[in-house]
C-alpha cells in the first residue's frame, strides 16, 4: 500500500501551502484523481486519516472528484468511456488508442481558512 | 493540542474558522518525487548511462535474468545494479559473486522504491568507478505488481517481467503496471510446454486490452530460448539513447 506515502507528500505539499499563505488552518482538499493513476481513492481516504495529524492539518477534509477514463481511437477517430483492463475503442476495437483523461493525480484545489497576519507565530512543525 | 491547526503548542487556540479561501493548485500529488525523479534522470544522461527499472511480481526471475544478463554482457558492456528489497542483502551479493557492481536498498517496510531512495542510493554507488563509467545501471524495484508503477525513479524505460509460472491474466489485474512498461518479458519460458495454463497469445491479448504496443519477448535466463531477444531490444535501447544525448 503506497497511499500513505503518496498521502504525506500531499500532506507536504499542503502544509508547505499553508505556511506560504500565512493560514491559520485547512479546510477541504479537493483531488482529482482518475483509474489509471494507480492510486486506490479509498485507500487514500484511509490513509488520509492518519496522514493529517500534524501542523494546520489536524481537522482538514478529503474530497475526491474522479475524473473518468476517456480514450480516443487513432485510427477511427471515436471517443469513449474506457475501463482500465478493457481500453479498446469502443467504435474499432483498435488497442491503437490515446488515453484523453483518467490518468490524473492532482491537488485540485485548497481551501485556507483563518488567515492570519504576517507577523503572528508559526506553529511548530 | 489546537484543535483548529493541530500544532501541539499548549492553549494555542485559533478562532473559529472564518470564510476559507480556496487556492486552485493543480499540482501533481507526485511532485516532489517527479522533481527528484527528473534530477536523477539528468544525472544518468550526463554519465552516458541507460537506465532500467525492472518490475513484476516477486519471484518471476528478476535477479536470474540480472545474473544471465552479466555474463553474456561480459567484457562487452559495464553494468551496475541497484537491488531493491524490503530486507536483507542477498539479491546483491548474489549479482556480486557473479562479478557484477551491485548496490542493495532495503526499504524496510515501503512496497517500492521512489526517486530519493535511488538519489541517496546513487550517492553511496556512484556510476563512475575507477574512471569507468557505466553503460546500462539496472534498479531491480521491489518486487510488487502495485505500487512501483506510481513512482518515477528517474529510469529512461520500465520493463515488467510476467513469468509463465503466473497467470497468463496479470496484464488484466494490474493494468497500471503492465502499461507503464516499454517492454514485457514473458519469462522461464522455457516451462511452458510444462504448463497448460499460461496460453503466450492471451497473455498477449490481455496486454493489447490495455490500448498499448508494448513489444513482449520471450526469455529463458540459461536454457532455450535464452535471453538472446532481451539482449537484441536492450542493444538497441542502448544506441538510442546514446543518439538522444550525443
Given amino acids: ?125 | 493540542m489546537c484543535e483548529t491547526c493541530g500544532c501541539s503548542i499548549p492553549d494555542h487556540h485559533h478562532p473559529a474558522p472564518a470564510d476559507g479561501e480556496t487556492v486552485e493548485v493543480l499540482k501533481g500529488l507526485m511532485h516532489a518525487n517527479d522533481h527528484a525523479a527528473a534530477h536523477n534522470r539528468e544525472h544518468f544522461d550526463r554519465s552516458g548511462t541507460l537506465v532500467i527499472n525492472l518490475m513484476s511480481s516477486p519471484g518471476s526471475g528478476k535477479t536470474r535474468l540480472l545474473e544471465r544478463t552479466a555474463e553474456a554482457l561480459a567484457g562487452s558492456r559495464r553494468i551496475a545494479v541497484i537491488e531493491g528489497d524490503l530486507e536483507t542483502e542477498n539479491d546483491a551479493d548474489r549479482l556480486r559473486a557473479g562479478g557484477v557492481r551491485a548496490h542493495q536498498i532495503t526499504t524496510g517496510s515501503a512496497c517500492h522504491l521512489d526517486a530519493h531512495l535511488v538519489h541517496r542510493a546513487l550517492h553511496e554507488f556512484p556510476l563512475v568507478e575507477n574512471g569507468q563509467g557505466t553503460d546500462i545501471l539496472f534498479i531491480e524495484n521491489v518486487g510488487n505488481l502495485v505500487c512501483p508503477a506510481a513512482f518515477d525513479l528517474g529510469q529512461h524505460l520500465n520493463v515488467v517481467l510476467l513469468s509463465t509460472t503466473e497467470g497468463d491474466d496479470k496484464p488484466a489485474k494490474y493494468p497500471v503496471m503492465f502499461r507503464a512498461a516499454d517492454l514485457i518479458v514473458l519469462s522461464k519460458a522455457d516451462l511452458l510446454p510444462l504448463l497448460d495454463d499460461f496460453d503466450v497469445e492471451r497473455a498477449e491479448r490481455s496486454v493489447r486490452q490495455l490500448g498499448v504496443d508494448t513489444p513482449i519477448i520471450q526469455t529463458a535466463a540459461g536454457r532455450e530460448p535464452d535471453i538472446a531477444q532481451w539482449l537484441a531490444w536492450m542493444e538497441a535501447q542502448l544506441e538510442q539513447r546514446r543518439r538522444a544525448v550525443a
Avoid: K
Fill in chain 1, 1 to 125: 500500500m503506497h497511499e500513505l506515502s503518496v498521502c504525506q507528500a500531499l500532506m507536504a505539499q499542503v502544509r508547505e501551502l499553508a505556511a506560504q499563505r500565512d493560514a491559520g488552518a485547512v479546510g477541504v482538499i479537493t483531488l482529482r484523481i482518475g483509474p489509471l493513476s494507480g492510486v486506490e481513492p479509498e485507500l487514500l481516504e484511509h490513509a488520509f486519516t492518519i496522514a493529517r495529524e500534524g501542523p494546520w492539518t489536524g481537522r482538514a477534509t478529503l474530497t475526491i472528484e474522479h475524473v473518468p477514463l476517456i480514450i480516443r481511437c487513432r485510427e477511427c477517430g471515436e471517443q469513449g468511456v474506457a475501463r482500465p483492463n478493457r481500453m479498446l475503442c469502443p467504435g474499432c476495437e483498435s488497442y491503437h488508442v490515446d488515453v484523453v483523461s483518467g490518468d490524473e493525480l492532482l491537488l485540485a484545489r485548497v481551501e485556507l481558512l483563518d488567515a492570519r497576519p504576517a507577523t503572528s507565530a508559526e506553529p511548530t512543525v
